[in-house]
Structures are given as C-alpha cells and as structure tokens.
C-alpha cells in the first residue's frame, strides 16, 4: 500500500473525531448556526426582503424601531432597514469570503513553494516581509484610494492585504511538513514535485491555513467594512454594512438605528467567526485533543 493511501486513511478518523470534537464545544455550535443563517439570509435576500433596497420614500425617512410595516425602522432615505440589512449583509460576505478565498489561494501557494523551493524561500518571504512593514489598514486605504473607490477595488485591496499573513502561516506549516517521514517515502516512490506538493505538503497543510482563513475571514469583514466606513468601499446606494454605518453616524442622536444596527451585525459576523476560528484550532490540532 503506497504511503499517500495510508496517510489518506489515517487522516478520516483524526477528521471525523475533530468533527465531534467540535460538535461538543457549544460556543462553537452557536457561532456556526448563527453564522449559517446569515449566510442563508443574505443568498436568500432578493426573495425574503421584504422591500426594494434602492426605493426612495423621504417622507418615511428616519422613521424609528417598531413602525408599522418597518420593524427596524427606515434610514436617512426613508429605505426599509431590513431590506437593506439583508442586502448589506450580502454584500459585506461576499466581499469578505472572494478576498479571502483569493488572498488565501495566492499566499498559501507563496507559503508552500517558499518551504518547498528552499532557493525561493529568501526572495518570497523577503517580499512577504515588505508587504507585512505595512499596517493592513495603511495599506488597504493606499490600495482603495488608488484605484476608483468600489466594491471591485475594495475586494482587491482586501486580497492583496490578507496575502502576506496567509504566506507566512503556510510557509510555517509547510516547514513542518516537509521534515515528516512521509516526504522523503514520497520521494522514494518517485514522486514528482507536483504530486508531493499537492498530495503530501497541501493536504497536511490544509487544516493549519483552514484555521487561520477562518480567523482571517474576522479581520478581512472588519477591515473591509472600515473602508468603506471611509467611503473608500461600496457606493450610494449599494448597501454594505460598513457604508450603512457611516451614512447614519451624522444622526445617532435622532435615529441611533441607521448606523447602530448594522455596526452590531459587523460585531456579530466578527465575533462568530473568531470563535469558530479558535474552536477549529482546537479540534483539528492533536497537540491540543490529547
């Protein structure tokens, strides 16, 4: 039996006891139900909002928490605060999981060839090190204020911000790796680097930068939101969460609402993914299951 079939099966009982593991942490639980049904209500939002988020009504504007056919109230342009929460809500995710998925693929592959390729690894990690000289807000707000303020250049500053971290985590996993065993009896099979490089060292490095994308989903949402708090982000009359913030802040003293509500669902989207991100590590480290 080759070595990459019995590393295959070794890995499905650590993947399912992990699993359990995790089913028995509530806080884990709860972090991931609620966080299932925001994904949910945001892909389902053209179908359960309960309005037109772009409709303008003035004379509703403002209008507070409980009002008759506006539970959550209307903002400064008299627009449903559900509709445009739950549309915000979509918007704030999706920008959220492409520049992770992104800044993530792009960084665990600089990760990966930097441990593989050891005469790669100075000039990788040397660039990986110059991006992370820069705070991820200074640097996001350089990258948005060059190109045209957007969603499209939000989601771009947020990749290239979240690609240095993710590189130095996987290099660090990778490193590990590549003193394993199992490395050199791939080598003495016969391998070839693409098959080690997908088969040995990204499969065993896959939960460690699951973990971290996880965490990193947090920050990204967070950091993506302060953006366009600043303007440098969605554009009226997108709905995002963060862009609904800041078009309430000028009246938290008459309709708290407008900016207070769609801060708190930043909060919570934040908070849920940090602890499913510690819960994770928890489960699929076997230093910590022992």
Do not use: K
């Not at 056919?69 to 209307?74: A, F, H, I």
């Not at 950091?223 to 366009?228: D, E, N, R």
């Amino acid at each position: 039996m080759s070595a990459s079939t019995n590393t295959g099966m070794a890995s499905m009982p650590a993947r399912r006891s992990a699993f359990a593991l995790l089913l028995r942490d509530p806080a884990a639980v709860l972090a991931g139900g609620i966080l299932i049904v925001l994904v949910l209500a945001a892909l389902l939002a053209p179908l359960i909002a309960p309005h037109d988020p772009y409709a303008n009504a003035m004379r509703l504007r403002l209008r507070p928490i409980g009002t008759d056919g506006y539970p959550l109230g209307t903002d400064t342009q008299g627009r449903d605060m559900i509709t445009r929460m739950l549309y915000g809500l979509r918007a704030t995710l999706a920008i959220g999981f492409v520049a992770v998925a992104t800044g993530g693929l792009v960084g665990a592959t600089i990760g990966l060839l930097a441990a593989y390729y050891r005469r790669l690894d100075n000039v990788l990690m040397r660039v990986v090190d110059t991006l992370l000289s820069f705070p991820s807000i200074l640097f996001g707000l350089a990258i948005a204020a060059v190109l045209t303020p957007g969603i499209a250049s939000l989601v771009i500053a947020l990749s290239i911000a979240a690609i240095p971290s993710i590189a130095r985590i996987a290099r660090g996993a990778a490193t590990s790796v590549m003193q394993q065993d199992y490395m050199e009896a791939g080598r003495a099979l016969g391998l070839g680097d693409w098959a080690l490089l997908t088969r040995y060292l990204a499969r065993n490095c896959a939960p460690t930068i699951l973990i971290y994308l996880t965490l990193q989903l947090g920050q990204t949402i967070l950091l993506g939101a302060a953006l366009s708090f600043l303007g440098l982000g969605a554009q009226p009359p997108s709905a995002e969460l963060g862009s609904m913030a800041a078009e309430g802040r000028r009246f938290l003293t008459i309709a708290p609402h407008v900016s207070t509500l769609p801060s708190l669902a930043i909060f919570a989207i934040v908070l849920c993914f940090n602890v499913l991100g510690d819960a994770l590590r928890d489960a699929l480290d076997p230093r910590l299951r022992r």
